[in-house]
């Protein structure tokens, strides 16, 4: 996998220079977002920046929109027959609601794990490859390093290796979890978005996906949604708080915990509310 690498800062002799730097480290920028299901304005003016190599973690209450703004992120949202939206995301400088953006080529970039594990009833090879397959590869061989390389990313390889051919259902959920990360990586993305993915999972099965998350972001630009105050707090470089489809605060998740510029958000991560 390429990854684009902001320069390195020669000398911090301008603002200008260390503008353009942060603006070169900028994976999302999400300009004036407003989003509606129907008649229902699920998001509000968000203004987002998701930067390369992070784990950006977004928390709040239950129907704040957090689920639905990363879904927007690869266009997910577009599954509902209601929605429209006004505003930009832009992925590397491209505003991806631009009709010549073809969403197939975004969602190969824009990799997605869900709540709940969702292993496809084949066996683990054969989960691993289905996107591979899709995009064309063919060759035993190269499917075959793909399944390795994915598998050891993921750190399932070493308690899988000898049974690949056995069906994924027969996995624990945490490994069918991590399964689902080693199907994402498959199609080597830029992004990985994470939709509460250690939720239905046990204390250590979340460790494992916790430690992955830490390993991942080498490689990858995170973004995942948590109730878990604990794990935003645990695993991310930056933290964006929603409220009532509204970004509250968005700053480096250490600021955000330990001090807080609006009130609302205290009251969240003191557990005065949701």
Aim: net charge neutral; hydrophobic share 35%; aromatic share 8%.
């Amino acid at each position: 996998m390429s990854t684009l690498v902001a320069p390195k800062k020669e000398a911090a002799d301008s603002l200008d220079n260390y503008k353009n730097l942060n603006d070169n480290n900028k994976v999302y920028q999400t300009k004036e977002l407003n989003l509606w299901y129907g008649s229902n304005h699920a998001l509000k003016q968000i203004n987002l920046d998701i930067y390369e190599n992070e784990v950006t973690a977004i928390i709040g209450p239950s129907g704040c929109g957090k689920s639905t703004y990363i879904k927007a992120l690869n266009r997910m949202i577009e599954m509902v027959p209601s929605v429209k939206t006004s505003g930009e995301i832009q992925y590397r400088g491209r505003n991806i609601f631009d009709k010549r953006y073809g969403v197939e080529e975004l969602r190969t970039k824009v990799g997605m794990v869900f709540q709940k594990p969702n292993p496809f009833p084949k066996s683990i090879y054969e989960n691993v490859v289905y996107g591979p397959r899709i995009h064309g590869i063919r060759d035993k061989k190269v499917l075959n390093q793909i399944v390795e390389k994915s598998l050891k990313g993921a750190a399932l390889w070493d308690e899988v290796k000898d049974r690949l051919q056995d069906n994924a259902y027969g996995l624990s959920g945490g490994q069918q979890q991590r399964l689902c990360i080693a199907r994402c990586l498959a199609i080597e993305p830029d992004v990985i978005l994470m939709d509460e993915p250690t939720s239905a999972l046990d204390p250590i099965s979340t460790l494992k996906v916790e430690e992955l998350v830490q390993v991942l972001k080498k490689e990858y630009s995170i973004i995942i949604v948590t109730h878990n105050m604990q794990q935003a707090a645990r695993i991310s470089d930056r933290t964006a708080f929603f409220l009532n489809g509204e970004v509250v605060e968005f700053a480096e998740t250490d600021k955000i915990f330990s001090n807080p510029t609006d009130k609302r958000t205290e009251d969240y991560i003191t557990g005065r509310f949701g």
